[in-house]
């Protein structure tokens, strides 16, 4: 009896650790890939563009719903109210921005964005 306990208790542990192991394969995967991205655009900003870490005040790697499926979102101290979007698949890219909610309050036009690149 014993045997067949300690048996039933290995295959139980075995079905528990195989789902937790399904079940954090794709939230590794994305968190992980959200930094990647994140890396590899900041340094291109730093390293190519040589922006200074000063002026940069946040990147972020986002997992969207909509291909591309990853993408970072570059916010830049002297625009907080403009969120730069770039591509980092093979080469990094600018793709476009979008403005906050608060950025939409003012009357910001195209011609005035510090840091947009026409693709």
Not at 18 to 29: E, F, G, H, N, S
Not at 47 to 53: D, S
Not at 73 to 100: C, M, S, W
């Amino acid at each position: 009896m014993g045997r067949r306990m300690r048996r039933e208790k290995i295959v139980r542990i075995s079905i528990g650790i195989l789902l937790a192991v399904l079940v954090m394969t794709p939230i590794v995967y994305v968190q992980g890939n959200k930094l990647i991205y994140a890396h590899k655009v900041k340094a291109y900003l730093l390293e190519q563009e040589h922006y200074r870490k000063e002026e940069i005040q946040s990147v972020r790697g986002i997992w969207g719903i909509k291909l591309p499926s990853f993408f970072a979102v570059v916010t830049f101290k002297d625009e907080p109210h403009v969120e730069y979007i770039y591509f980092a698949h093979n080469e990094v890219h600018q793709f476009g921005y979008r403005l906050t909610p608060e950025g939409r309050d003012h009357d910001f036009k195209e011609k005035d964005l510090k840091h947009y690149i026409p693709f």
